[in-house]
């Protein structure tokens, strides 16, 4: 087990570029000392795992496994996100997504799985196969398989590797299961990489609706101080307009999808 702690201290302060001296001073230790942990000649504390993995901006749950292969309990629940303990999280989150429309967004586990999602998100879904609509549904793969928003994003190559970049980018930073086949099965999926053509301040969806284009921009959200794993794996994703024509076809939608059905 102390090897295996050892290995992990290593393998994240490598991925994160930092040298060991580096780490020393944002824990409020010796390089000597960091050597001694990540070579297994020094059984570190509890607090020490805990003060390394947070100086090395280690993710809840990875620092959970250093503490169990170092002897100690896990310091971070791992609430189920239906769970009355989330009762509040859930609660502001819907109303997070509910402050979004008339504007789609979701939120995603660490996988990309959709959580929970706004009114306006079943405009981006309205003609998705419903295999792509089957528990759990995975955003990233929405996005591109083919049965999904791809035939009707006009710029698919760009935003295609646009959306593949930030997988690859998430996996390198916060590893996760099945991120890498998540990644091949979509990379199979799209064109060959483009060359940049876009200058703008951000890589825009382009997306053709039944209601005309729709041109959307991503921004993401995260909780930046959560104590528990489910927690601190969600983030939120929101389509935003990326002009005023978009915006006004987003509103009448909106509009639309607020009258009662006759029946």
Known sequence: MASELSAGLRTWRTRRRVSQLELAIRAGTTQRHVSFIESGRSAPGRDMIIRLAESLQVPLRERNQLLVAGGYAPAYDETPYGAPGLGAIRTALEAILEGHRPYPAVVVDRNGNLVLANRAFDILTADVEDRLLTAPINIPRLLLDPGGLA???????QWSW???????????????PGADALIHELTALVPPRPAPDHLGLAVPLHLRSPHGDLHLITTLTRFGTAIDVTVSELRMEAFLPADEPTARALRGLDRTMLQPVEV
Do not use: G, W
């Not at 035939?151 to 190559?157: D, E, M």
């Not at 959306?163 to 996760?176: C, F, G, T």
């Open 151 to 157: 035939p009707r994003i006009v710029n698919f190559a």
């Open 162 to 176: 646009h959306v593949i970049d930030a997988l690859a980018r998430e996996a390198a930073q916060n590893p996760s």
